[in-house]
Structure formats: structure tokens, C-alpha cells
């Protein structure tokens, strides 16, 4: 039995782990000590990874769906070759615009994403639907406009904060900071330390809060509101800070002088004297910080909420400081700038939607396959992703991929959108190839993991990063060689750092302009075999597209850099830091940044925030009018409850799972006993869109009126009925923002029935 070091691939968080491995199989699975963000913190899902790796519904073989239905086995050479010419005819005859690629490199699997974005390059398309489309645009859109760019991503330093407000957010069982519950335990202690959470749910993390304001669904824009009127109009925001560093601010006042706090604290059912005692101690506090996630970001008026979550910050001059909230760097840049207004970017055809951070939003993708005529996506890719079960509407899926000329699957598994492909490619798991993660957002101190491969891959499975190469290759977006780049990569002195091969691609690229959208399969073919680590030759090759990212970091970053130790010439910090990223298994630390290096982080030119943000500020001003609307569905569901024992699909067999195994509907037992539902009750849960069978559970942490189901259920394990709530068969792809189109996931409107079979 062998002892190794991996990271956990079930959140962002990609905590450290040390495994031990026998027979292609884990064993006991502990957190890593050496980690240098995780420290050995682990949670009980982690120590489960064994129930992703190892389940009955594994690929391990190209298969082409049949006229029947069924699946044939067929070679990798078969299905490519079919797939390259089916592309390529779409292509050549509909235009890049009847292509559209679906994920790309799940959780923890970015590395992979690098890759399958090349496909669209070759074939002229710019649409990429993905998860994070469907939840995090509509702040990256304000990132752009608060910051200079889409690029500019926030985090917050709750580590050190002595005030800390967690809004839609459970980081007791979701996490999303750093060890989560160890630092929870530590704000808790302090009694010169708040937290406070704004949840409609007494969530765990509300349960060891200072406050807990539990307010109506939906009305986490009236609670903001009041609580920056109460600060601005008590004198509490930070003038100098303002002046300094903002632009705008006289039309925010002008806005939350006009906001009838004492109505909005109505709206929202949460007593005023609360709101006033968090306002205050927020605003008065040393240090505070805002995090936010799901709860804030798909519920109603998902884009303003995080207007708004950005002023309680900004206001009280809590951002680019200690225990305030930052932007950070990236290794991996995962995020694009695609503001509408600075250039004429691609919208979709029937929506005329934009993108935002070069993402389109997955709940419009039906229409865009159903709705378009003649300009509608005929071909799909699906990689890492499983929209039939996780994406807004699945009756609208299944209508459009029944539709589609050619849908393939890049996956481990037989998903439920695997069923309906016409090819299914098998891809190695995250622990049989070269993975890490974008998602090292920390500040001021950076990290980045890239996790080795533990297991040979199953059967004929593939990494992502060969599938596409030869693809690319089949297409003819790519030569097979490339000799003098092969050549000088495996006889350039290792003291060199790369630099010749580096000059050398460079020189390749201006030559081929063409070429450059393919850098990373051409590094894979060329410096890719010839990378040494732990004395093995060649097996590292997907990582070789680190380098060029890793040179371009030292370039930015050098002082940082030399803080977290890195030194030597300037020219070698990049290689060095790539040759540390390739051995150090347990992750290294990339940079040490200073709080005041926030400010050389905004791309206004100016280095400036701006806070007035039109589109935003009108909608603002509509909520002193908006009217509470009545519904025949009585009841909120908040989908997507994190519990102990859910997580993102890539844990498919339910024996994982030690308790909650239908994914039980918590529900206030007054509301319980209202309908006759008792404990553990079988009933039907309604929306205008569909019905599914839901377990009852009570729980008094639950508001009244609102009802929870958790996410990572309602998957065919082994060809089986859904096992668990189908949430999407509930929800609706235009129950969204207007503007960014994020759905509300988090306020959908049903009834619950007994169900009498």
C-alpha cells in the first residue's frame, strides 16, 4: 500500500489530502498537514472519494449510440473520425454559430478546460454554456463594472475579519473559505469578533452565529437597502475612503436617502431594531467582511442583491484591507472580459443574449437549439457537465437534445445526458491523470495544487487533453508533428528554464497566427513528453501548458513572488515556478501579496471603483414599487440545499451517502402538520413547470412558508428510476434575472400534496 498526496475535487475549496492507494483502489484518506492552504482540514465528504473513483456506471470504451438506442462499442479512431467529419460539415455548411460546447472542465478539473476550449476555435464558435454561467455572471458583469474588468474577481479575508456578515451562504456545510468549520469555531470563541448570516433557513452556520437575521425569501435586496440607508444616513460610511478611491457615490446617496427603511424591514419580516444593530456594527466595525454565494445569487433580483453586497463593503471602506474583501491574482485565468459595451462580442441568435466572461447562460440553451430556425445549434459537446439533471428545466433539455444533428458526452460516466448522445467518450477520472484547479482565488497569500495521478486510467479511458488533440488533429485545425519545437524541447539544457522552446513556440505562433488559439494541445504534443518528474519522463504532459502561464505570472507578480521565496534572476522566476508546481505534490505557494497591492489589481485606468451603475440604480429604485405577487403555489423552494451527505454529481451511487438517502423535503412542522404530512411521509412537490415525489422531513430550522431539497439527487444509477428529487422537472428556464439571466433556483413557487399512491 502506497501513501500519497492528492486534493479533494468535491468543492472549490480542493483541500489537501494524503491517500493511501492499493490495487487501483483508496484506502484511508486523511488531510494533508503540508497543504499549504488546507493545513489538513478535511470534511466527511472527502473521506468518501473512493464512491467517484470506483462505481458501476464508469466508462471505460467510445460507445455510439445505436438507431435502437442502444450503444455500440467502437475504437477511438471510429468514433473521432466520424465526429471530426460530422463537425466539420456542420461547420462548413451552418456556420460556427451552429456549434456550442456545454461544460468543460467540471470541478477541479480545469486543466481539461484549457483543452476542450480549443474545439470551439475550430469551429468558429464562441458559445460555452456552463455551471458557472449558471451562477456566478452576474458578478462577474458587476466586477467589470464596479473595477475595469470581468476579470477582476473578489475574495474575502474572513480569517481575519473582526466583523463578518455570510449572506445565501452555509460555509458550515458548503464551505467556500478556507477550513471552513475551523475558522467558524475560531469567529465563534472571539468575543471581540461577529458573525452574523442573512438566511431565510437557521442553517448550521447560522446556529453557532452572533445574529442570525432570518429574513423572507426574495428579500435580500429590501434588507441591503436598509441596512446602507441606515449606514449612510447615520454618518457610518467611510468619506475618506470614498473620495480616494470611488467615483459615483453621490448618486448612491441619493438613492438610499430616498429608501423607506422601516417599510423594507417589513417586506422582509425582519425586525428594524435587528437590521439597525448589524448595519452598525458592520459599518463601525476595525475590520469586516461580506461573503456571499448561492443563496444570495439565485434568488430574486440575483444581480442587484450583488450590487448591493458590494456598497455594504465599499461604503464602509472595508475592501483592500485586512479582513476586508480583495481582488486576487490568477495562475489560471479562468474568466474573460467580454463587456457588452467595449466591443461588438457574439450574442445567441434567439435570445440575442451576451456573454459575460466569455460564458453564456446554460437555462437559454433549449431555445437557442429549438427556437433558432435555420441559425439554431445543431452540434453540442457536453464535457464534465450533466445538464439534463442539473441545468434549469429538464423537460426543455431532453426536447432539445433529442433535437440536435450530433450531440457528443466527454465524461466519466453514463450520465443522463450520456443517453442521449449519439457518441460517449470516456475520460480518465481526476485521479488517473494531471488535474488541478482555477478556483486559487486567496489574498494575500496565493496558492496552486497540481494533483498527480494516482490510478492507470479504466479501461480505454482517455484524459481530456489527448481526446482533443487528436480531434484537433483530425479536423486539420492542427499538423500531428511539430519537429522543431519536439526537437528542441527534448535537447535544451534543463538550466535554461525552457526559454529556448519558449522563444522558439513564440516565433512558431506569429508565424501561424492560427496557431495560437492551439498553443495548449501544441505544448501537450512537444515540450509535453519531455517533462521530467520523480524521474519519469512524459507522463506530465498535460501540464506543460503551466509554463507559458507560470512565466506570464513572475512577470506580473515578481515582488510577490519573491516574497513566498522564489529568487534568482528575474527572467528564471517562471520556470522556477513551474518546476516547483510539477514536483511539489502537495501545492506550493505562488505569491505574497500586500493588502495596498489591491489598487494595481483594477483595470480602470484611473485605478478607481465606480459606484454608479445605471442599470442597477433603476432597478433599485423599482423596488419601492414592487408589488408582492399572489400565486396558487404557496409554498418557496430554496433547491439546492448543501447537507452532509450531497454533493456535485460526480458522486452517482447512492450507497455513498450514510444518511438523508431520498433527499428528504424539509419542511417547517407546522407547515407539516397543516397538510397532514407526517415524518417521513411520501408527497408530490408542484410547480407551473412539472412534478416530482418528494420524502417529508420536518425541521423547525426551515421558515414557514418555505420548503429545501438538496442537489446531487435525481441521477439513473445503473439504468435505475431517479433516485432521489429531480429538482429541475420544478424549474423554468425564463424564472430568471432579466438581465444576466441567472435563474431563481432559490425562490421557485410550489405546493406540496399528499401523494395518495
Known amino acids: 500500500m502506497k501513501t500519497e498526496k492528492t486534493a479533494c475535487i468535491l468543492c472549490s475549496r480542493n483541500c489537501g489530502l494524503t491517500v493511501e492507494v492499493e490495487d487501483g483502489k483508496f484506502g484511508r484518506i486523511r488531510g494533508d498537514d503540508d497543504h499549504p492552504v488546507s493545513k489538513g482540514y478535511i470534511c466527511q465528504k472527502a473521506a468518501r472519494l473512493t464512491h467517484y473513483q470506483q462505481h458501476d456506471d464508469r466508462l471505460q470504451f467510445p460507445l455510439q449510440r445505436q438507431a435502437d438506442g442502444s450503444f455500440k462499442r467502437v475504437s477511438w479512431d471510429e468514433a473521432l473520425d466520424d465526429i471530426a467529419a460530422r463537425l466539420l460539415a456542420i461547420r462548413d455548411q451552418h456556420g460556427g454559430h ?40 452576474g458578478d462577474f458583469w458587476l466586477n467589470g463594472r464596479f473595477f475595469g474588468s470581468q476579470t477582476c474577481h473578489t475574495t474575502e479575508d474572513v480569517e481575519h475579519a473582526d466583523y463578518v456578515l455570510f449572506i445565501g451562504t452555509n460555509p458550515f456545510q458548503a464551505h467556500g473559505i478556507p477550513n471552513a468549520r475551523d475558522v467558524l469555531r475560531e469567529i465563534r470563541k472571539d468575543p471581540a469578533r461577529t458573525m452574523v448570516v442573512i438566511d431565510p433557513r437557521r442553517s448550521e452556520t447560522a446556529k453557532v452565529a452572533d445574529i442570525h437575521l432570518q429574513l423572507k425569501p426574495g428579500t435580500d435586496a429590501f434588507l441591503m437597502s436598509a441596512m446602507l440607508a441606515i449606514i449612510v444616513r447615520e454618518g457610518l460610511h467611510d468619506r475618506d475612503f470614498l473620495t480616494q478611491h470611488c467615483d459615483g457615490f453621490e448618486a448612491v446617496e441619493e438613492m438610499l436617502l430616498t429608501i423607506p427603511v422601516a417599510d423594507y424591514a417589513e417586506r422582509c419580516d425582519v425586525p428594524l431594531t435587528d437590521i439597525e444593530r448589524v448595519a452598525r456594527g458592520f459599518a463601525t466595525a476595525e475590520s469586516a467582511c461580506v461573503r456571499i454565494d448561492l443563496g444570495l445569487q439565485h434568488t430574486l433580483h440575483t444581480t442587484l442583491n450583488g450590487y448591493l453586497e458590494k456598497l455594504l463593503y465599499l461604503l464602509t471602506g472595508n475592501f483592500g484591507k485586512r479582513g476586508g474583501n480583495n481582488l486576487h491574482t490568477f495562475l489560471m485565468p479562468i474568466l474573460g472580459d467580454t463587456d457588452e459595451r467595449k466591443g461588438k462580442f457574439t450574442r445567441t441568435r434567439y435570445h440575442q443574449m451576451f456573454p459575460i466572461s466569455g460564458l453564456f447562460p446554460p437555462n437559454i440553451l433549449p431555445d437557442e437549439i429549438l427556437q433558432s430556425g435555420e441559425d439554431r445549434i445543431r452540434a453540442v459537446f457536453v464535457d464534465s457537465a450533466n445538464p439534463i439533471v442539473s441545468y434549469s428545466d429538464t423537460a426543455a433539455y431532453e426536447r432539445a437534445f433529442a433535437q440536435l444533428e450530433l450531440l457528443v458526452v466527454v465524461d466519466v460516466a453514463m450520465t443522463e445526458t450520456a443517453r442521449m448522445a449519439h457518441y460517449v467518450l470516456p475520460a480518465a477520472s481526476q485521479f488517473e491523470k494531471w488535474e488541478a484547479t482555477g478556483f486559487n482565488l486567496e489574498f494575500p497569500e496565493n496558492a496552486f495544487h497540481l494533483r498527480h495521478p494516482l490510478f492507470a486510467p479504466l479501461g480505454e479511458a482517455l484524459p481530456e487533453p489527448e481526446i482533443y488533440t487528436r480531434l484537433l488533429e483530425k479536423m486539420g485545425a492542427i499538423p500531428r508533428r511539430f519537429p522543431v519545437l519536439s526537437r528542441i524541447a527534448r535537447h535544451e539544457p534543463v538550466i535554461s528554464g525552457h526559454w529556448g522552446y519558449m522563444l522558439t513556440l513564440g516565433a512558431a505562433l506569429s508565424r501561424r497566427k492560427a496557431w495560437m488559439a492551439f498553443a495548449p494541445s501544441i505544448l501537450y504534443r512537444t515540450l509535453g513528453p519531455t517533462l521530467r ?113 450531497n454533493a456535485n454529481q460526480i458522486y452517482r451511487d447512492p450507497a455513498w451517502r450514510k444518511i438523508d438517502p431520498h433527499g428528504a423535503m424539509r419542511m417547517h412542522p ?43 439527487y435525481g441521477m439513473r444509477y445503473r439504468g435505475s428510476a431517479p433516485i432521489g428529487p429531480e429538482l429541475n422537472r420544478l424549474t423554468r428556464s425564463d424564472h430568471c434575472d432579466p438581465l444576466t439571466r441567472t435563474p431563481y433556483h432559490k425562490h421557485v413557487p410550489v405546493r406540496v400534496l399528499a401523494n395518495q399512491h
Open 533 to 645: 518528474v520523480d524521474g519519469v519522463v512524459g507522463n506530465a504532459a498535460a501540464a506543460a501548458l503551466l509554463l507559458p502561464l507560470a512565466i506570464q505570472y513572475a512577470q506580473k507578480h515578481e515582488r510577490a513572488m519573491r516574497r513566498a521565496g522564489y529568487s534568482g534572476p528575474s527572467k528564471l522566476l517562471g520556470p522556477a515556478l513551474f518546476k516547483a508546481i510539477l514536483k511539489q505534490r502537495e501545492g506550493v505557494v505562488l505569491s505574497r501579496h500586500e493588502y495596498g497591492e489591491v489598487w494595481s489589481l483594477l483595470k480602470h485606468a484611473d485605478r478607481r471603483i465606480r459606484l454608479e451603475i445605471p442599470e442597477m440604480l433603476a432597478e433599485w429604485q423599482a423596488l419601492a414599487t414592487e408589488a408582492v405577487s399572489g400565486s396558487d403555489y404557496p409554498f418557496v423552494l430554496m433547491a439546492g440545499e448543501r447537507r452532509s451527505y
Open 98 to 137: 451552429a456549434f456550442a460546447s456545454v461544460g468543460g472542465g467540471g470541478q477541479g478539473n480545469h486543466l481539461a478546460g484549457a483543452y476542450s476550449g480549443q474545439l470551439r476555435v475550430a469551429m468558429k464558435s464562441r458559445y460555452i454554456y456552463s455551471a458557472l454561467a449558471q451562477e456566478k455572471t
Open 670 to 712: 407546522d407547515d407539516a402538520a397543516a397538510l397532514s404530512l407526517a415524518e417521513g411521509a411520501a408527497a408530490i412537490c408542484e410547480s407551473d413547470t412539472g412534478r416530482i415525489n418528494v420524502v417529508i422531513e420536518h425541521d423547525d430550522a426551515v421558515r414557514r412558508g418555505t420548503v429545501t431539497l438538496p442537489h446531487g
